[in-house]
């Protein structure tokens, strides 16, 4: 079937601009729902055609630790299905295409080379025809397959059978060589730009805890006289300021959550706050919803004020303030409530502390002193905090509001440019190797 339309438009890399690509003098079509037109030239054909399939073997972590080598084991659960681990033996030589048959990252494609190994979560392809394949094509056209399976929930369990039975579009190996080398030349330009955005992130990060780390313990005025606080980690402090332990600026004791399984996610009940439903910027993610009976929720409930600190695991130390826009929320085991004196310290100025530099220099020395990573209350009723006036207090936490806000509106921008990044990313590899515009004249 010939087409009209003689270019297509792909979003320029980041820059705003729209690029045009030529488009195929005639397609036909393919017969295959997630694939659509392809090029009249191209040949369609099953993958079990091109390629022998294989499977892993269960590969446990005793056997990487005990027959250490120089061989890999590569597996899907590991990030981008990296390496698990080195053995002295190997099953697979030469060139592969590997693939991750189950969870989270079912479906994508991996190009292997040399001695390796898979785990039983991983399939392989060794083409019959070598001289017929550039597998980095083959690779991009099966993740555009897979993906459509995934999301279209049809055999999302990616095994031999089911990828056998793929039929996939084939030009010529030349053309596909030609497409790959375009392919990772602009991807390449892109990974470039994303990385460059991502490092940006990073910075504005560093300035964030910096601001902060100033304002919580040097105040807003850079010219009053300051004195040592008396605390090595804390360093120099404005001469007005005071320093208290935390059990001192408290209304109740430190208190422990409920040690209850998070089983029910009634939204009508008190909601369970967990260490795990906390975002990243201090939020609550929806998605991870878990409630209490209200019965068992009574002794827990939070109020407006309420500051929760993780006591174990990877996250202690990290800290969330309670809103009451939140609704009715009661706290988790992991956590400790500190319920603050509002006449003697303000809550966000505790809470942005909590995010300081010296506040996590001190957590530090807890880790070394405790030997694991467990901050109990008692540590925490420990803890010394910088105490200016309330109505300081209050000042510093309104700044650190409006810059902070300033700053996370700028890494959100640069969030949302770096996902365009990406989207643009799948849509030209997508576009390319389906053959829905033509980019033979794009590389010399």
């Known amino acids: 079937m010939t087409n009209r339309r003689k270019s297509r438009e792909i979003e320029g890399q980041g820059n705003g601009k729209v690029r045009r690509f030529r488009r195929y003098s005639a397609y036909k079509d393919s017969g295959v729902e997630w694939l659509g037109e392809i090029p009249a030239a191209w040949d369609l054909r099953a993958v079990w055609t091109l390629f022998s399939l294989g499977r892993g073997r269960v590969i446990s972590h005793e056997e990487i630790h005990e027959n250490q080598g120089p061989y890999p084991v590569y597996s899907s659960q590991t990030e981008n299905g990296g390496v698990m681990g080195n053995i002295a033996t190997y099953d697979f030589d030469g060139d592969y295409l590997t693939w991750t048959t189950d969870g989270a990252k079912a479906g994508t494609v991996f190009v292997r080379s040399g001695k390796f190994n898979c785990t039983n979560v991983c399939g392989t392809l060794k083409a019959r025809r070598s ?74 990060r560093e300035k964030r805890a910096s601001l902060i780390t100033r304002a919580v313990n040097k105040g807003l005025d850079p010219s009053v006289p300051m004195k040592d606080s008396g605390v090595e980690w804390l360093g120099k402090i404005p001469a007005h300021w005071e320093v208290r332990r935390l059990k001192f600026l ?21 909601r369970y706050v967990r260490i795990t439903d906390i975002d990243e910027n201090d939020g609550l993610r929806e998605e991870t919803f878990k409630s209490l009976p209200a019965e068992v929720a009574t002794e827990y409930l939070l109020r407006e004020g309420d500051l929760l600190f993780a006591r174990s695991g990877a996250t202690a130390g990290k800290s969330f303030l309670y809103r009451p826009s939140w609704g009715v929320c009661a706290y988790a085991g992991y956590l400790i409530r500190a319920r603050l004196n509002t006449v003697r310290i303000c809550p966000a100025f505790i809470r942005y502390f909590a995010s300081s530099s010296n506040y996590w220099q001190w957590l530090s020395a807890t880790y070394i002193q405790a030997t694991i990573q ?22 510093v936490a309104a700044f650190l509001d409006l810059e902070t806000a300033r700053i996370d509106a700028l890494v959100a921008k640069v969030r949302e440019a770096i996902d365009r990044l990406k989207e643009l990313r799948i849509a030209l590899i997508s576009a390319a190797v389906t053959g829905k515009i033509d980019v033979r004249g794009e590389v010399a």
């Not at 095994?159 to 010529?172: S, W």
């Not at 467990?374 to 000042?395: F, G, K, T």
């Open 374 to 395: 467990n901050v109990s209350a008692e540590r925490y009723a420990s803890l010394m905090v910088p105490q200016p006036s309330l109505r300081e207090q209050r000042s």
């Open 131 to 204: 001289d017929q394949l550039d597998l980095r094509f083959v690779r991009d056209v099966l993740n555009v397959a897979t993906t459509w399976f995934v999301r279209h929930d049809i055999n999302p369990k990616l095994m031999n059978n089911v990828m056998a039975r793929i039929r996939i579009q084939a030009p010529l190996r030349d053309e596909q060589r030609t497409i790959a080398a375009f392919l990772d030349r602009e991807t390449a330009r892109i990974d470039a730009l994303a990385a460059k955005k991502e490092r940006l992130i990073e910075l504005l």
């Open 250 to 270: 408290l209304a109740a004791p430190l208190k422990y959550g409920a040690n209850e399984a998070a089983e029910l996610d009634d939204p009508d009940l008190p």
